[in-house]
């Protein structure tokens, strides 16, 4: 199995090596091409700069491609900007892929003098969070299950194939449980 | 596992981590809101706000300071990328200001005329994260040791000449290749040689990578410069005068931005290239005195 990482900008590398520490039988690969792409059997979009993403997305045309293999089924995770361009909808400017039936506020808590890290239950784990100029979830669809909140606010969503979180598990390097659970998706899908 | 110890420790941690969320990205000098926006739309990840880009500090000369908060403000409102702005060495009442208007990152920048010529800001006494320049890993400990997030080779700012930088980088990767190498008993004379805390020394040895973020910056102007950083080991770059002194600004930071999400890929480095018009005109570094290398502020 083999579960690849955006690889245009942001927490690239955290990503890879929480994959890799996981289980020896999974690999994981950096994705900046079509043909990256078409190896993996899943795929995150890392944080980072969701404007940054989605032009660099855009100008290298793997909006069409991501955007088939999730609805085809491909198990996909979103960390921060990431699950910005999964929503369906975006405060004040155009959705991105929209394969994600929530609404997000970006950078909704404030500035970095405003990130945080909190903790909390994820899927029944407690684990910790850290919110880095973090999106609010404002809407959660009816489809979607919320996995983990804080202060009453939903901050790991799934839906079907589609995971969220608008904290950033690949900044705790000693903690690959959510990582695991990602990979456990991926595996149940095949 | 919890992550919750104590809020010093936390903020240090997330203010390493915002350095993180940079990484693969361009950061770019602008002066105006108008400006801002144009490089975010170009897919700048962060902007650095100052009143003069470096390479007209070095031709109007005078004192360079802090920018006025109001041009700030105003980039603020313009983009919603993080926004850093930078103080004078050593000033840390411009960095209490800059902390006051939540400004993201506080560059303690040689760019500006330095305010004390003995001590830098003592950095853990801000809650905001602090990007410092560095020609050496031991002045990059030693800020880092002060309470530096970020690290950037200074390179030398305003000349659109890479030289400096690239030397920065290969000094600092050769000197992490050095001390990764030394039996466990040779660190601390190592630490004690290049002037840096022998805990942050271990750190290095054990990890083989410092412990932040380490970007680019300093003479940076075409796609090319960009992604030869990139391949050097620079975790991103900055751009200063390179972008809004060329012909076709817009362009050119389109480019860099492609160049270094995809730096390690000839044909698209190429293409980034292609028909970009004139790169700012550049200063052959040795018609500068010492007094004009800007690189040579700090210690």
């Known amino acids: 199995m083999t579960i690849g990482v955006l690889g245009l900008q942001g927490s690239v590398a955290e990503h890879i090596k929480l994959i890799k520490s996981v289980n020896k039988k999974i690999d994981a690969i950096v994705v900046r091409t079509i043909d990256e792409l078409a190896t993996v059997d899943g795929l995150i979009i890392p944080g980072g700069e969701s404007t940054t993403l989605r032009i660099l997305l855009d100008e290298f045309k793997l909006y069409t491609p991501i955007k088939a293999r999730v609805e085809a089924g491909m198990p996909v995770w979103g960390t921060c900007a990431g699950m910005i361009l999964l929503a369906n909808r975006i405060e004040g400017e155009r959705p991105y892929f929209g394969l994600l039936d929530i609404d997000v506020k970006r950078n909704a808590y404030g500035r970095q003098i405003d990130s945080f890290v909190a903790e909390g239950d994820f899927a029944g784990m407690y684990v910790g969070m850290v919110f880095i100029r973090a999106p609010i979830v404002t809407r959660v669809g009816a489809d979607v299950e919320v996995l983990a909140e804080h202060e009453g606010k939903a901050v790991a969503v799934r839906q079907g194939n589609v995971l969220a979180t608008a904290f950033h598990p690949e900044l705790i390097a000693k903690d690959n449980r959510i990582h695991k659970y990602f990979c456990g998706m991926v595996e149940n899908c095949k | ?299």
């Open chain 2, 1 to 299: 596992m919890a992550v919750k110890d104590n809020k010093s420790n936390d903020r240090k941690l997330l203010n390493r981590n915002l350095a993180q969320m940079l990484k693969g990205g361009v950061i770019m000098d602008v002066t105006n809101a108008e400006q801002a926006q144009i490089a975010q739309a170009a897919g700048a990840v962060a902007v650095m706000a100052l009143e003069r880009v470096p390479a007209d500090i070095r031709k109007e000369g005078g004192v360079a300071r802090m920018s006025d908060p109001k041009m700030i403000a105003e980039i603020q409102n313009a983009v919603t990328i993080p926004v850093m702005a930078k103080v004078r060495i050593g000033h840390f009442v411009e960095a209490q200001i800059l902390e006051a208007i939540k400004v993201d990152f506080i560059d303690e920048s040689e760019v500006l005329t330095p305010a004390d010529d003995a001590y830098h800001i003592d950095k853990t006494k801000f809650a905001t994260p602090f990007v410092c320049g560095a020609r050496d890993l031991g002045e990059a400990l030693r800020r880092i040791a002060e309470g530096a997030s970020m690290i950037r080779t200074k390179g030398e700012a305003g000349t659109g000449n890479v030289v400096e930088a690239v030397k920065h980088m290969r000094k600092m990767r050769t000197q992490i290749a050095e001390v990764s190498a030394l039996p466990t008993d040779q660190l601390a004379t190592y630490a004690k040689e290049i002037g840096a805390p022998l805990e942050l020394v271990r750190q290095v040895a054990k990890n083989k990578a410092l412990p932040v973020v380490n970007f680019a910056a300093g003479g940076v102007a075409t796609p090319a410069d960009a992604a030869l950083m990139m391949q050097l080991g620079a975790d991103g770059v900055f751009v200063g005068s390179g972008i809004f002194k060329s012909s076709d600004p817009k362009s050119r930071a389109e480019a860099i931005v492609k160049a270094v999400a995809y730096y390690a890929d000839p044909t698209i480095l190429a293409g980034a290239s292609y028909g970009l018009g004139e790169a700012m005109r550049g200063v052959d570094l040795d018609t500068l005195t010492d007094e004009q290398r800007l690189a040579k502020r700090g210690w």
